[in-house]
């Protein structure tokens, strides 16, 4: 057959295009890296979306502090501080000598303006009401800025090392949603949008001698099966959060390959609406607790690979108390604990927005109620209804959600208005105490006393902190093996070689 | 000819004006505010305030129709909500993407379907005609999502011959080919599998005719009949299927964009959609509309082309 076998040619010839050219090569100063998550802009400080701090935060823009590996704040553009005796004025000294990417100085007046931004009327920062203790903002000279609070705040010298509160430029701060401008160890080179962007090193940096890497090119890859064959194929050289834990032992097993498992300030939590019926009643809310299982959501819907909680505090933190023995699983008790509430039998929504994580484990906990005598309807929801619906409008009975920000205990003390829906005095002052409290040994002890007040509500299920999955090819070394924060600093990575 | 043009127009014009106004209507009805996926969990209220001012949120839902209209007319389809930049830029960066793999996927699925299928035509109740039709059921049957990571897993993550997935543009011609050879191919061993199966039972159905015959005993060869007379004559129910092919081919190869992480325009749509950033959605359906209105009103004017008798009809 001739037609055939002419075709056959035309195939062939096409595919061998492609032999005998190598895929993209690796050198030691050079990394690329998967992420699940494709940003839409730029701007930590107009958009929440985690992989914008993930890809820029530390690495292209600075903050006056930097929260390292440990959880520890560090200077970074503030070289050093003073705090007040009432702990309400702190005085920065700022780096000298640093420049913006586009050239310009920085100096007190970018500070300034960066915060005054944030803090205005029509600001749309993601994290304003980290702000809202702020009194003042002073530029006294230019490597002088003094900020004075209206009340103490001991997450004050933390949350300014976050993607929220970064220093920008006057001059750059509009257009950084597309071309960021900041003062970090890489500068942004090119970004096509849905598939890549590239950043290169800042040989202007005041620590640049201590950077290994030349070049980063982020990939956009959010199937996990696409994310698996990259790694294979060696297109990538890490995927630092990994979306799928059933996928890691083949990893595992390749001596190419490194695997990581770490933490992260994700708390999981099966959230119960406690403004409505029947969650208004802590009874209910109990028996929810001893309904479930963890360590059998944990293996059905991380494959093992995640810590048990029993509050609402991160397991390696320094105030952790392990609470997971507090309502011991007990499908019969809880089944008693149900029919004396007089909801035993009754019908609950479980509404589930579309990360892996909630969407295996609202099935193992639809199993586990249903052991106990409660009909919980599984919805599988995607993001946009999730946020409007569950999140904004309340209308839910319960959920499932990973709060990942650091120290968001403070969550259930935002009232009646916030999603929850529990609205508890007691708890409201124990936070004010927490928020306020200076010195960190007797935080931490207030910490616990949280812990073990917000377990004793039983305000919600509390389920595991979620991990931190990582693939590495063998060479790369330096990267966070776990993050007290939602950025990951490349400035101590490097590629073998 | 004249009557049918305008008349195609109209619809055109009519179909676009319905799909804009259902598309608008479906997206805020949808539960989900552009505000909050972007801002996120953690946002205070005056922040979300602020972003629906900027995003012009508050005006009336007739206003903000009236308005997009109203410049979408002018060739202005405003700024997107997620990205921030002006959704011409977001649609024209990544049609380019969609284009280039719709087009490489016809083009190789017809010489693949053609010359399967009249091949198979030709060897009717033999070996080969079994052969094709096997292979045909066969792609016919396979996931598009399957056979991508099958040939992922065969030419980049064993053979390393090609990228598992990816597409930097056309600044680097060699490695946008080399790019696009898988997704290509997963695309037209599907589509092509559909299309030599028609070809092949269009060509049967003229092989039977009376002309075929005369030509053969005329002394024509047996390859210039098949391909001067037979194929031409089948051309119709083919050209149907490819028009409909070629509509799905540019709104249907987000999956293939999915598996080989591809920047095309299935992609953003689908993250659009998530992200409820309305101008953007808005202009691509129109845009996906606009294509399948297209690809119709060609497929019916080659109708005339191939077959001049419908000329009396149009």
């Given at each position: 057959m001739p037609d055939l076998s002419r075709t056959l040619t035309i195939t062939t010839l096409a595919l061998s295009l492609g032999l005998g050219l190598s895929t993209a090569s690796a050198s030691a100063d050079q990394i690329v890296i998967g992420l699940q998550q494709e940003p839409t802009s730029l701007d930590p400080t107009a958009d929440a979306t985690a992989s914008i701090n993930g890809m820029l935060t530390m690495n292209?823009?600075?903050?006056?502090?930097?929260?390292?590996?440990?959880?520890?704040?560090?200077?970074?553009?503030?070289?050093?501080?003073?705090?007040?005796?009432?702990?309400?004025?702190?005085?920065?000294?700022?780096?000298?000598g640093v420049t913006f990417h586009d050239g310009s100085t920085f100096?007190?007046?970018?500070?300034l303006f960066s915060f005054n931004r944030a803090m205005a009327e029509d600001s749309v920062n993601p994290s304003k009401a980290k702000f809202a203790t702020i009194d003042t903002v002073t530029a006294i000279d230019p490597l002088t800025v003094e900020i004075t609070l209206s009340k103490q705040d001991a997450f004050f010298l933390f949350?300014?090392?976050?993607?929220?509160?970064?220093?920008?430029?006057?001059?750059?701060?509009?257009t950084n949603a597309t071309a960021p401008v900041g003062t970090g160890p890489f500068k942004f080179e090119r970004w096509t949008r849905g598939d890549r962007l590239i950043l290169v090193k800042n040989p202007d940096h005041r620590e640049a001698d201590n950077v290994a890497l030349e070049r980063v090119e982020f990939r956009f890859i959010s199937d996990p099966a696409a994310a698996t064959a990259a790694m294979m194929a060696e297109e990538l050289d890490a995927f630092p959060g990994f979306p799928a834990p059933e996928l890691l032992p083949q990893f595992e097993a390749d001596p190419r390959f490194r695997v990581n498992i770490g933490s992260t300030e994700g708390e999981v939590i099966l959230a119960m609406n406690n403004a409505k019926a029947p969650f208004d009643n802590i009874d209910v809310r109990r028996a929810v607790a001893t309904a479930i299982d963890r360590d059998e959501i944990i293996d059905g819907a991380m494959y093992g690979q995640a810590t048990p909680i029993g509050s609402f505090y991160p397991p390696h933190g320094t105030a952790y108390v392990d609470l997971t023995d507090?309502?011991?699983?007990?499908t019969d008790k809880a089944r008693e604990m149900f029919a004396e509430a007089g909801v035993e039998g009754t019908t609950m929504t479980l509404r589930v927005p579309p990360f892996p994580y909630a969407t295996r484990s609202a099935e193992i906990i639809q199993a586990q109620l249903s052991d106990a005598g409660i009909d919980a309807r599984v919805e599988n929801v995607e993001w946009g209804f999730w946020i409007d619906e569950v999140y904004s409008k309340k209308n839910y009975d319960m959920t499932i959600i990973a709060h990942t920000s650091p120290n968001d205990m403070g969550n259930f003390a935002r009232g009646p208005d916030y999603f929850y829906g529990y609205d508890d005095p007691a708890f409201n002052d124990l936070w004010e105490r927490i928020r306020t409290e200076a010195d960190p040994e007797a935080r931490d002890e207030l910490l616990r006393e949280g812990q073990r007040y917000l377990s004793d509500q039983a305000v919600h299920g509390f389920l595991f902190q979620l991990p931190l999955l990582g693939v590495f090819r063998t060479e790369v070394e330096g990267y966070w093996s776990s993050s007290p924060v939602v950025y990951m600093p490349l400035k101590g990575v490097s590629n073998g070689g | 000819m004249g009557y049918f043009i305008f008349r195609r127009t109209v619809g055109f014009i009519l179909t676009l004006l319905a799909v804009s106004v259902v598309v608008f209507a479906v997206m805020n009805v949808l539960p989900g505010d552009p505000a909050l996926?972007?801002?996120?969990?953690?946002?205070?209220?005056?922040?979300?305030?602020?972003?629906?001012?900027?995003?012009?949120l508050n005006e009336p839902l007739l206003t903000r129709y009236v308005n997009w209209v109203w410049n979408a007319l002018q060739g202005d389809f405003?700024?997107?909500?997620?990205?921030?930049?002006p959704v011409a830029d977001l649609i024209v960066e990544r049609l380019l993407m969609t284009v280039s793999l719709a087009v490489a996927g016809m083009v190789v699925t017809l010489i693949l379907a053609l010359g399967l299928g009249i091949?198979?035509?030709?060897?009717?109740?033999?070996?080969?005609?079994w052969g094709v039709m096997f292979l045909s059921q066969l792609g016919i049957a396979v996931p598009a999502f399957w056979l991508s990571m099958l040939l992922v897993l065969l030419f980049a993550v064993n053979l390393r011959w090609l990228p598992p997935g990816g597409f930097a543009g056309w600044s680097d011609p060699m490695a946008a080919i080399r790019s696009l050879i898988l997704p290509t191919i997963a695309l037209a061993v599907v589509q092509s599998a559909v299309l030599a199966r028609v070809t092949r039972s269009a060509a049967l159905e003229v092989m039977r005719q009376d002309f075929v015959r005369t030509a053969r005993a005329s002394g024509l060869s047996r390859r210039r009949v098949l391909w001067r007379h037979v194929l031409p004559n089948a051309m119709v129910p083919i050209v149907t299927i490819v028009g409909m092919q070629f509509a799905s081919l540019v709104t249907g190869t987000i999956v293939i964009e999915n598996v080989f992480y591809l920047p095309g325009l299935g992609r953003l749509i689908f993250q659009s959609i998530s992200n409820r950033d309305l101008p953007t959605v808005q202009a691509l359906v129109m845009l996906f509309a606009a294509i399948v209105v297209t690809a119709n009103f060609v497929v019916d004017l080659l109708y005339v082309v191939i077959d001049p008798r419908l000329k009396a009809r149009a």
């Open positions: 292209v823009y600075e903050a006056l502090t930097i929260v390292a590996e440990n959880g520890e704040v560090q200077p970074n553009l503030a070289t050093g501080w003073e705090v007040s005796e009432d702990g309400l004025t702190y005085t920065f000294t700022l780096a000298e100096d007190s007046e970018d500070v949350n300014m090392g976050q993607g929220d509160s970064i220093i920008v430029s006057e001059g750059s701060a509009e507090a309502y011991p699983h007990d | 996926t972007i801002l996120g969990m953690d946002a205070t209220e005056d922040a979300l305030a602020a972003l629906r001012e900027q995003l012009g405003g700024i997107s909500h997620s990205f921030r930049v091949g198979a035509a030709a060897q009717h109740r033999k070996f080969g005609d």
